[in-house]
Nanobody, 122 residues
């Protein structure tokens, strides 16, 4: 499985961005897929996750109500809609996929994409 993230950029506080992650290879609907981020000088942080088959999503408390994760199965893509962005959201964002939600949320995914940089100016 290969993952390709895109959509990062520079945005002012209060603005929005949509990240996209394209998956290729053998994707199992039962697999979980999600987003992590790593800010400069900080550890990697879970952001959001969902199963490729859809259903309920999981969010970090810091982004709940502002970010929305979604799936386009026809395109094998996962999106992260980020609204009401704050300077604290500045980070490199990574997409990842693995066999279980617990494994993904724990940061132990088998497959990772390259990061896309999101910079939020105050």
């Amino acid at each position: 499985v290969q993952l390709q993230a895109s959509g990062g950029g520079l945005v002012q506080a209060g603005g929005s961005l949509r990240l996209s992650c394209a998956a290729s290879g053998r994707i199992f609907s039962r697999y979980a897929v999600g987003w992590f981020r790593q800010a400069p000088g900080k550890e990697q942080e879970f952001v959001a996750a969902i199963n490729w088959s859809g259903g309920s999503a999981n969010y970090a408390g810091s982004v709940k109500g502002r970010f929305t994760i979604s799936i386009d199965n026809a395109k094998n893509r996962v999106y992260l809609q980020m609204n009401s962005l704050e300077p604290e959201d500045t980070a490199v964002y990574y997409c990842a996929t693995t066999s279980t939600m617990n494994q993904l949320v724990a940061g132990a995914s088998d497959y990772w994409g390259q990061g896309t940089l999101v910079t939020v100016s105050s």
